[in-house]
């Protein structure tokens, strides 16, 4: 099996015992989704398995550890009526691309990805409000790809499976496990994306940037 970028385990329990791929550990710069993990559970599974964990605690926060059980980012979205700061735009690099947060109402404000993917980009994840309408959710995580020339996964509600997204607007396929314990996205079908963008469509893009930051 190719290695994947991103691994998602949207059936995990609180104990962190989901099922893995043997493969895993082989892969370079993976990234697993925990959405119900706390902290504390969060750092022993990227000790253990030796990859990046993005957790989520009683939903307010999102906390990002790297593979040496660090804490590298906390994460709780945009404070409507507060000054924008560094933290507002949490950038990282678990391995093979670029990623960001956007978190809670984040995924609403274009100007918001824009500016992560301004800053180097290449992977935005979106954690919306449970509470929204999942179809415009999916509008809005597609176009923003389509308007940063970028990628992007939509966490949804469980039980639904998360939504990937290529630079084009185009769905890309996840891989299943065959127990149905996690999904993931394969490096091998970012990079088929990849190649079906022209370089006009990029330098334009480029060109576009290079005004809205003036």
């Known amino acids: 099996m190719d290695a994947p970028l991103i691994i998602i385990f949207p059936h995990s329990d609180r104990s ?3 099922p ?3 493969d895993f550990s082989k892969a370079g710069g993976v990234l697993a ?3 119900s993990l706390s902290e504390d559970e969060g750092k022993k599974s990227a000790l253990s398995e030796g990859y990046h964990v993005l957790c989520s605690s009683e939903g307010n926060s999102l ?3 790297n593979d040496s059980g660090m804490v590298l980012l906390r994460y709780s979205g945009l404070h409507e009526g507060e000054a924008s700061s560094e ?8 391995g093979g691309l670029l990623c960001a947060l956007s978190f809670k109402n984040d995924i609403f404000l274009p100007e918001h990805a824009r500016l992560l ?4 980009a290449e992977f935005i994840i979106f954690i919306p409000p449970p509470s929204k309408d999942q179809s415009l959710l999916e509008d809005f995580a597609r176009v923003r790809a389509v308007e940063n020339q970028i990628f992007t996964a939509l966490m949804r509600s469980f039980p639904d499976q998360p939504l990937f997204y290529g630079p084009g607007g185009e769905s890309l396929p996840p ?3 065959l127990d149905g314990g996690w999904i993931s996205l394969e490096k091998r079908v970012l990079l088929r994306a990849t190649k079906n963008l022209s370089l006009r469509d990029l330098r334009r893009q480029e060109f576009y940037h290079g005004l809205t930051a003036l």
Request: net charge negative; no cysteine; charged share 15%.
């Open 16 to 18: 962190g015992s989901s």
């Open 20 to 22: 893995r791929s043997p």
């Open 33 to 35: 989704l925990f959405p």
């Open 63 to 65: 906390t990002v550890i």
């Open 87 to 94: 933290e507002d735009f949490p950038i990282f690099f678990p």
């Open 117 to 120: 993917a301004l800053g180097g």
């Open 175 to 177: 891989q299943d496990s």
